[in-house]
């Protein structure tokens, strides 16, 4: 059955031949309720963002009491307490010597920004050449133009844009369970190659650290952030994190940086930043950034301000996820569910799926190819849980607050499902 109603434009999706999407009623916990009485468990937070669940009291109050004050106020010559707080709050957190934080409305637009931001503190400089950026193969960074263009754009989604989108460099991903694999030494030796000879150009690397979303579901080692930043140093080019996947605990840490120790130039955030309630980014930056931008000359000011950057309602939803984070121990939340993923998916074999992985809060299951998938939506969601595999790729992003039981029967499925391809072939 196809959509009947062609007024609303979904995203990712043919829209002659796309099935009628299940229409949600109500949301509470990890549990997400359509109009025809189906409960689903919530396997992937809503794209990884609703790592509390739904309608979360604590979330409901902090948005309810500054919607009575007000919702919104531009930042041009006017501020609010909640933007303020939020960023002091973000200085704390992250990585040390991040301390000036610039609010946007999505992780694409985050991602915009630092590319911009890195571009202008060369210009600033005066260093007008630097303005191309190196990435990673296999990386996502959002659907802007920007972001395509710092995307993997022979593999990644936005293939069809190639040529016509900027051109950036691109070395290929590291991989493997240490930094002495083949597929990390590869990477950091083109990597210096690459910045050696053309470090007059570029401006900065971006990168997913630890964990690549979209672009393959792909772990690598934290050591590789470590040498990357280096390697950035040695060359004079700028190191951008873009975490907005990968911040608020999603890999097991608080921020994937943790995990190598690394302070880049620039972090993105976003996604989980206010548990899945608003649009909000935040691109957090250095001194060295950040006073690059400041003088007598009002050319070095940065000329960027999202409409609704600093938004009041969301940066009182961020305060509050935060403070769930940090007092209810959220860390130890994501180890148990790391824990039982392992038990229930690391290794599993079957005559189809190419591996079987475990970091964080995230288990992922490779398939051969993309028909290997066919039909698992439908399925996981006769079983009671709402799974949306992308490309070859089966994966469970949970909500952090997820009891075992529930996890237990999203690992189920995805189990279920390997015992079914086998069965198929």
């Keep these: 059955m196809t959509l009947q109603v062609d007024s609303l434009w979904l995203p990712y999706a043919q829209m002659k031949t796309v099935p009628s999407p299940y229409r949600v009623v109500r949301a509470e916990g990890v549990k997400l309720y359509l109009d025809d009485g189906t409960q689903l468990i919530d396997g992937i937070s809503s794209w990884w963002c609703v790592i509390h669940g739904y309608n979360h009291p604590v979330l409901n109050k902090a948005v309810q009491e500054q919607l009575v004050k ?89 293939r069809l844009f190639k040529g016509v989108i900027l051109s950036q460099y691109f070395v290929d991903a590291p991989g493997g369970d240490n930094i002495e694999s083949s597929e990390c030494q590869a990477s950091l030796n083109q990597l210096d190659s690459l910045l050696q000879s053309n470090n007059s150009e570029i401006a900065a690397l971006i990168l997913e650290p630890v964990f690549q979303g979209a672009g393959g579901f792909r772990f690598y080692p934290p050591e590789y952030l470590f040498q990357a930043r280096k390697l950035c140093d040695k060359y004079e080019v700028l190191l951008i994190f873009d975490e907005v996947a990968t911040g ?61 950057m600093g938004n009041a309602v969301a940066c009182a939803a961020a305060l509050a996820s935060i403070k769930l984070i940090e007092t209810e121990n959220y860390l130890s939340k994501i180890k148990v569910i790391e824990q039982i993923l392992r038990q229930e998916i690391q290794g599993l074999e079957g005559t189809s799926l190419c591996d079987a992985r475990v970091l964080g809060a995230i288990g992922v299951l490779e398939f051969e190819c993309p028909s290997n998938l066919m039909g698992l939506k439908e399925f996981a969601l006769n079983r009671g849980v709402w799974l949306r595999p992308y490309g070859k790729w089966l994966y469970t992003m949970p909500p952090y607050v997820i009891d075992e039981n529930d996890l237990r029967q999203i690992t189920s499925v995805m189990k279920e499902w390997v015992s079914y391809q086998n069965k198929r072939i």
Excluded: C
């Design 248 to 308: 608020f605990g999603r890999t097991g840490t608080l921020f994937a940086a943790d995990h190598a120790s690394v302070t880049p130039d620039i972090m993105v955030l976003s996604k989980a930043l206010t548990g899945g309630y608003f649009g909000l980014s935040a691109t957090i930056a250095t001194n060295q950034i950040y006073e690059s931008f400041l003088g007598d000359d009002p050319e070095l000011a940065f000329m960027h301000g999202p409409t609704f």
């Design 70 to 158: 007000f919702a919104h106020v531009m930042l041009g010559g006017l501020v609010n307490d909640s933007a303020i707080e939020l960023a002091n709050t973000l200085v704390r957190i992250t990585p040390s010597g991040l301390n000036h934080v610039f609010f946007g409305d999505s992780g694409s637009v985050g991602v915009e920004i630092a590319l911009k931001m890195a571009i202008q503190f060369w210009r600033n400089k005066g260093f007008l050449q630097k303005s191309r950026f190196v990435a990673l193969r296999r990386g996502y960074h959002g659907d802007t133009t920007g972001a395509m263009s710092v995307s993997d754009d022979d593999e990644g989604m936005h």
